[in-house]
């Protein structure tokens, strides 16, 4: 089941080694049952080295969505339709003219096509228009709040119908450990950090929102 700023991964460092790992759960995106989505990567992965290292990777088609998807949802990023674009030249020129076919042909099979169509437009595809799925709605929200929580939190509630605003609520209140962590992944490990990262965050929506009524 999906939740509101689930956590999706955790980053791995090495004091020696100077390379970092992003250990992924799931990729935000890919919208497609998640065991289908791993049995899909892992059937098609491909063997390359990291400093003579060898390694499994995903294939040249999902790294590209993976890519995309990445910096479409990355709200800090300053040159974002730039890279977008320079993503967009270098499939072209490994696939050719088929480029947008190949990638929309991948991103179905993943339940990307909507997540990645800021991309996928770039290479001359037009995803049709769709009644969103409860995923697609979540992904959107997210991209609208461009990481301030609290905003994000506050439409939900406002979209909810009547007899799901106190779920929302609720749901807001009383955030998971992972939930919390991905919105605030300084905190330190502990119980007593993670209150203490519950109730910051809870000093800042109440001001948020006295701010917002001002």
């Known amino acids: 089941m999906r939740v509101a700023h689930e956590k999706h991964s955790d980053t791995l460092l090495h004091s020696y080694w100077p390379n970092m790992i992003d250990l992924h759960r799931f990729w935000p995106g890919f919208l497609a049952e998640r065991g289908h989505i791993f049995d899909l990567l892992w059937e098609e992965k491909e063997r390359g080295f990291i400093q003579s290292t060898p390694v499994h990777t995903t294939g040249a088609e999902v790294s590209a969505l993976m890519?995309?998807?990445?910096?479409?949802?990355?709200?800090?990023?300053?040159?974002?339709?730039?890279?977008?674009?320079?993503?967009?030249?270098?499939?072209?020129?490994?696939?050719?003219?088929?480029?947008?076919?190949?990638?929309?042909?991948?991103?179905?099979?993943?339940?990307?096509?909507?997540?990645?169509?800021?991309?996928?437009?770039?290479?001359g595809v037009k995803p049709e228009q769709v009644t969103p799925s409860p995923e697609l709605k979540e992904w959107q929200m997210q991209l609208r709040q461009q990481g301030r929580s609290v905003e994000g939190w506050w439409w939900r509630f406002k979209e909810a119908p009547l007899r799901a605003k106190m779920d929302v609520f609720l749901d807001a209140s009383a955030l998971r450990p992972g939930q919390l962590r991905a919105l605030r992944p300084e905190t330190p490990p502990g119980v007593l950090a993670f209150w203490k990262a519950w109730f910051t965050r809870l000093v800042e929506a109440v001001k948020w929102i006295r701010a917002r009524k001002k």
């Open 67 to 123: 890519l995309a998807l990445h910096d479409i949802r990355s709200s800090g990023i300053p040159n974002r339709e730039e890279r977008l674009d320079a993503l967009a030249a270098r499939c072209e020129a490994k696939w050719g003219a088929e480029a947008g076919a190949v990638l929309h042909s991948k991103a179905s099979l993943l339940s990307a096509v909507h997540t990645a169509a800021p991309f996928l437009q770039r290479l």
